[in-house]
């Protein structure tokens, strides 16, 4: 049961326009939501993450909108840079109980972003 | 300041051999957490530490895995008597420990088990 969903492998984007990478779960219960980029050969690092109480977070170029009754959230990255061009990850994690700080990732989403 | 650090970056060990993997947090992280992606798959999550304590072991995928934190910082995740499927990246991530919601990962050590 896979609780959180990345249904685009990859998506590809010019430069100084919009990516929007999309993500869906499950689990209603889950209380945080979390976007990561990986390199190859590298440690995921992360972005940005927004409370399930929330609808949009905003950090600079990136930026995090939640639908709670979709159970669906986006990251938008305006403008694109090639140096963007990474797998995304969205990781979801609830608070309560022993599931305390378990992040549970989707599949990844590859960006490429051509100059 | 010094992010996550992993050790070794690389391993390449016989299948039933033991192995180590150690972690250093970010000074100040109270919170730890072991992941790993095998080929193909996503990044699973294994165990986490609060202080020296583990909670809930039961993301650890058999009793041949273990872990272990010592005085709130370096921790060490040991596998012993090695399989094959064993073989993945294994992810370290630390946080402060009322901001689980942002974890940041070492750069992972590349276990293979032939």
């Known amino acids: 049961d896979q609780q959180v969903k990345q249904n685009s492998p990859s998506l590809s984007v010019q430069e100084g326009r919009i990516s929007i990478l999309n993500c869906d779960y499950t689990n209603s219960m889950f209380d945080y939501f979390l976007w990561y980029k990986k390199y190859p050969a590298e440690g995921p690092t992360f972005l940005i993450s927004i409370s399930s109480i929330k609808d949009k977070n905003e950090d600079g170029r990136f930026t995090v909108f939640l639908n709670k009754s979709a159970k669906h959230l986006s990251l938008h990255i305006v403008p694109s840079q090639p140096g963007d061009s990474a797998v995304y990850f969205c990781a979801a994690m609830s608070v309560g109980g022993t599931s305390y700080g378990k992040l549970t990732f989707g599949q990844g989403t590859i960006l490429t972003v051509h100059p | 300041g010094a992010g996550v650090s992993q050790s070794p970056s690389n391993k390449v060990t016989e299948k039933g051999k033991d192995v180590e993997l150690r972690c250093d947090p970010i000074s100040g992280h109270t919170a730890l957490y072991w992941y790993r992606q095998s080929l193909g798959q996503g990044l699973e999550f294994l165990i986490y530490f609060q202080g020296n304590s583990a909670p809930d072991k039961s993301g650890l995928p058999s009793d041949r895995f273990s872990a272990e934190r010592t005085g709130g910082s370096v921790s060490t995740l040991t596998i012993q008597r090695t399989q094959q499927e064993d073989s993945a990246v294994y992810l370290c991530?630390?946080?402060?420990?009322?901001?689980?919601?942002?974890?940041?990962f070492g750069p992972g050590t590349r276990l293979t088990v032939t």
């Open positions: 991530a630390s946080s402060l420990w009322d901001r689980p919601y942002e974890q940041y």
